[in-house]
T-cell receptor
Framework: NAGVTQTPKFRVLKTGQSMTLLCAQD?????MYWYRQDPGMGLRLIHY???????AKGEVPDGYNVSRLKKQNFLLGLESAAPSQTSVYFC???????????????FGPGTRLLVL | AQTVTQSQPEMSVQEAETVTLSCTYD???????LFWYKQPPSRQMILVIR??????QNATENRFSVNFQKAAKSFSLKISDSQLGDAAMYFC???????????FGPGTSLSVIP
């Protein structure tokens, strides 16, 4: 099992450019999440999904969009990148609580994004 | 709203010694989960230990153990026999049982001195 993978690992964007971050998991998890990590602020939830075809806003959703067309993939899009979106982005997945799954989230290795 | 606080931005420990990382949280819930995650320089988040609030017994995983004080809303992590590979950022995290959103603290950077 690869677990949770993220592509790309690192990207530099200019202000106004768009890009998509891909997260994939091979554990058949229902729940998937996108976080951003900034110095001194821990991880903040951007968007999450409780199943294929569903998405919901987290703590800091503005400027981002997501899609969950397939259960194993969760895409994070930046339509018009801003310097404030310079951060490290983490994807995570977990079993569904309602299926009696574990409370543990499994994280990907992160994507470092620099917006100039 | 729930919050998680880690009051020690940086800590250091001598190799083979013991270190305790502090975490406090605020919640009005009676049932919830608490976690400690480790983030080494590779940046991947690794679950170290978790604690269910309804369990009075403190969780233990090999050299890692917690001191869970529910009334005080305190959840500290003790690392015994510290190793160089323990050097990392450590995040305390909280989650309500009924909602799968995890709230993270700001993190504590742990250095291990050879």
């Amino acid at each position: 099992n690869a677990g949770v993978t993220q592509t790309p690992k690192f990207r530099v964007l200019k202000t106004g450019q768009s890009m998509t971050l891909l997260c994939a998991q091979d554990m058949n998890h229902e729940y998937m999440y996108w976080y951003r990590q900034d110095p001194g602020m821990g991880l903040r939830l951007i968007h999450y999904s409780v199943g294929e075809g569903t998405t919901a806003k987290g703590e800091v959703p503005d400027g981002y969009n997501v899609s969950r067309l397939k259960k194993q993939n969760f895409l994070l899009g930046l339509e018009s990148a801003a310097p404030s979106q310079t951060s490290v982005y983490f994807c995570a997945s977990s079993y569904s609580l309602f299926a009696g799954g574990q409370e543990t989230q499994y994280f990907g290795p992160g994507t470092r994004l620099l917006v100039l | 709203a729930q919050t998680v606080t880690q009051s020690q931005p940086e800590m250091s420990v001598q190799e083979a010694e013991t270190v305790t990382l502090s975490c406090t949280y605020d919640t009005s819930e009676s049932d919830y989960y608490l976690f400690w995650y480790k983030q080494p320089p590779s940046r991947q988040m690794i679950l170290v230990i978790r604690q269910e609030a309804y369990k009075q017994q403190n969780a233990t995983e090999n050299r890692f153990s917690v001191n869970f004080q529910k009334a005080a809303k305190s959840f500290s992590l003790k690392i015994s026999d510290s190793q160089l590979g323990d050097a990392a950022m450590y995040f305390c995290a909280y989650r309500k049982t009924s909602y799968d959103k995890v709230i993270f603290g700001p993190g504590t950077s742990l250095s291990v001195i050879p």
